[in-house]
């Protein structure tokens, strides 16, 4: 079955101790993208990648990071979590190609994080 | 920086009624994409629209693109309580070779039976 897969689903954490939220697609996408969703703020994007090795920083990047060291793995990073990042964390994929942003993403189900 | 605003934040309806949201650009966009988020869910595509005065139907819905292609409506006709969900819209930042995408706030419909 064709998916985006996240792991953990949820976490609770203390500030400061370091995370990472993994996510995994199987369409052989060569674009992934990280979202938080907040209550009346929608979705923002965090980072993407266009391809492998490339990462371009979103709308929120501040305290986060990303690797893309395979095409089908994209983790997210907090370095040290602070609870200004307790959100709703989407990663999603894309076919790519030339114009990324004019294909469907497709979103794997949610990583619920609480920093204390 | 570019912003794609949404309205309304909330909707309720009385199930058979219509229900519109609408997504709002200061700038020309490239193309504007639809995605449903079902309560606990997580976003779902359903469209894409590129072409200045576009329309498009998927059963009882209906998305258009204006033709300065700074706006765009979701308008759903006669309701069900399988319509309930958050609705956003997304169009892209910049050039059409990057990735960066932003989305609306998202417009939340509840459907009374």
């Known amino acids: 079955e064709a998916q985006v897969t996240q792991n953990p689903r949820y976490l609770i954490t203390v500030t400061g101790k370091k995370l990472t939220v993994t996510c995994s697609q199987n369409m052989n996408h060569e674009y992934m993208s990280w979202y938080r969703q907040d209550p009346g703020l929608g979705l923002r994007q965090i980072y993407y990648s266009m391809n492998v090795e490339v990462t371009d920083k979103g709308d929120v990047p501040e305290g986060y990071k990303v690797s893309r060291k395979e095409k089908r793995n994209f983790p997210l990073i907090l370095e040290s979590p602070s609870p200004n990042q307790t959100s709703l964390y989407f990663c999603a994929s894309s076919l790519g190609g030339s114009r990324p942003s004019y294909n469907e993403q497709f979103f794997g189900p949610g990583t619920r994080l609480t920093v204390l | 920086g570019q912003q794609v605003m949404q309205i309304p934040q909330y909707q309720h309806v009385q199930e058979g009624e219509d229900f519109t949201t609408y997504c709002n650009s200061s700038?020309?966009?490239?193309?504007i994409q639809w995605y449903k988020q079902r309560p606990g869910g997580h976003p779902v595509f359903l469209i894409q629209l590129v072409k200045s005065g576009e329309v498009k139907k998927q059963k009882r819905l209906t998305f258009q693109f204006g033709e300065a292609k700074k706006n765009s409506s979701l308008h759903i006709t006669a309701t069900q309580t399988t319509d309930v969900g958050t609705y956003f819209c997304a169009a892209l930042h910049g050039s059409s070779n990057t990735g960066k995408l932003i989305f609306g706030q998202g417009t939340t419909l509840q459907v009374k039976p």
């Open positions: 700038t020309t966009l490239s193309n």
